[in-house]
């Protein structure tokens, strides 16, 4: 029998079903012969000048480096632009002030998160954080997202592994969203509902995948795809940012270990994984508990999505979460 | 050079730029060579028997019929269950109530929206008044959602043209949300904002395709994809289903003028449309207006939409229309 159940951290319900038929509609995001370089890849050692001026670099001695950040090639929002707001009408505009920063992970063009070491895990959380930090300087840019594309159907235009960064003028709707569900339960129960949903997970260990000493991993209780994870700190923080070098550790780990078991239990689907962070300029939220979601695509957004901002999920969570403890 | 638009009935802006390099990553939703029958398919004209028991029908003398509704094969939501809700530690949950049905909406297997009379669109916007007042007599039902999912990758399962009825226990989040925005906007301005919307349309008319007596069909200021369409009624009235016969007749040309337009445009693409109306219960709200969204799908949903509730259209709404216009 289905049900809908609510995300408790935003106005979104989903309807899980327990259909034994459900097939995945894709795997393998990536072709299985991949090469390990390839020569007119742009993200590939050897290629760094098709790239765009390098913003960042962890270099290593033998290889030159083994993580970059460069700015998009054709960048949707730049810096350079002057911030200016307008109207039109009933309409409202704001010029495309910003960043757009892609990450190279690693300069294997064939890896995937799984394949990295656990040093270099870390250090590309490191590199989120840097660049973060360094943007949040900007005092235009109300919200820097971190997020990842792998394979096609995820949005991903290149198979070289790499993540993105959108720094922009305005404070996304998901997160404005989400703050504005968080605080009306903060201002009902004086609680921040992520660490009660923290506690929940812990305390009934259905839906766990993964415990370390500062990090939990679980399938959320809404999920939205089969096999969705969240990453979330013990601890109760609202900025990504504010991470110290060994939660950056314990946290590269926790990534690597949940995309490898995704690609295990769907045969390396396309996903998605973005994090989720207070507003750069805003202080300490006691409401507001920052998180990594990770979200396979294998299965179509249709009209029933697109019209009501629900979403059909016919796999149990607490199914998935066993199934994924498991591998 | 981009800009951030916002769109002025919910809280969700996105980047357009000029891209004169975007290419659309599909087009013919449909095989080419489909026939007009299929012996294999539940939906065509001898298969009956291979649905679940009919809830509605449109009787032709010659065919037997032009248009069915019928329950979904594998419903995600029943009338039988009954509404429940309850708690789980921090979580909520309401048992699956509700409908899920399918309008087949021609006999032919290989026919789409642009290959119907005009009188046969206007029964299929008859249809779906006739399902939405049928089902608002169920107290506890709070909203009907009728969509449409073309193509496989909008979400389709069978090729024979289609639409669905979601009627659900609890208002999407997507309503819920523009409905929230729109009541802002009412306090300030006192003045509905889709009826401003209209009136900027209709003034400006860069991105107006079609006006008819009661109805336009426009390219949206901040569309969330290339060759969005949204069709509105002229007249301010919340609810869908009170449009009268004359005005179903002249929604079903304008609908299959649009995705004739819409296919011309992007040769056949896959695409969703969705019917935005006020919840079930409500009386007439001042500051909804009840519309039709098209949405071609030819772009992916990326880590940066799911991340953001933002979408990046690299296509000038003004000069989607014009290229509209123009078919």
């Not at 394979?151 to 404070?171: D, E, F, K, T, Y």
């Not at 990453?231 to 609202?238: G, L, R």
């Not at 920052?290 to 029933?304: C, D």
Request: glycine share 4%; with cysteine; hydrophobic share 35%.
């Amino acid at each position: 029998m289905s049900e809908f159940r609510k995300d408790p951290l935003s106005n979104r319900w989903i309807i899980t079903l327990d259909d034994k038929n459900f097939v995945p509609t894709t795997g393998r995001a990536l072709p299985e012969d991949l090469p390990v370089k390839d020569d007119i890849c742009p993200f590939c050692p050897g290629n760094e000048d098709k790239t765009g001026k390098e913003i960042h670099r962890v270099s290593q001695p033998k290889d030159g480096w083994s993580i970059r950040v460069i700015p998009n090639n054709n960048p949707y929002l730049q810096v350079e632009t002057q911030l200016k707001k307008k109207g039109d009408a009933v309409y409202d505009i704001i010029a495309g002030t910003g960043a757009n920063e892609v990450i190279i992970e690693t300069p294997a063009h064939n890896a995937d998160l799984e394949n990295l070491t656990d040093a270099h895990a870390a250090e590309l959380i490191k590199v989120y954080r840097a660049r973060m930090s360094d943007l949040l300087k900007d005092d235009r840019l109300e919200y820097i997202l971190i997020f990842k594309n792998k394979g096609s159907r995820a949005g991903a235009n290149l198979a070289h592994p790499h993540s993105q960064l959108m720094a922009m003028p305005v404070i996304p709707k998901t997160i404005s969203d989400e703050m504005a569900e968080a605080q009306q339960y903060y201002g009902f129960k004086t609680r921040c509902p992520f660490c009660d949903t923290l506690e929940s997970e812990l305390a009934s260990r259905s839906r766990l995948v993964k415990e370390t000493e500062n990090f939990i991993s679980f399938v959320p209780f809404a999920s939205r795809t089969p096999f969705e994870m969240w990453i979330m700190p013990k601890h109760h923080t609202s900025h990504f940012h504010h991470i110290n070098d060994n939660m950056c550790a314990q946290l590269g780990s926790l990534l690597k270990d949940s995309i490898t078991r995704v690609n295990k239990a769907l045969n390396y689907p396309p996903y998605n994984y973005m994090i989720h962070t207070a507003p750069s300029k805003s202080p300490d939220i006691p409401f507001f508990h920052w998180h990594i979601e990770i979200l396979p695509r294998v299965k179509s957004i249709a009209g029933f999505e697109w019209g009501s901002g629900f979403y059909i999920n016919p796999t149990l969570p607490e199914e998935s979460a066993e199934y994924l403890r498991g591998l």
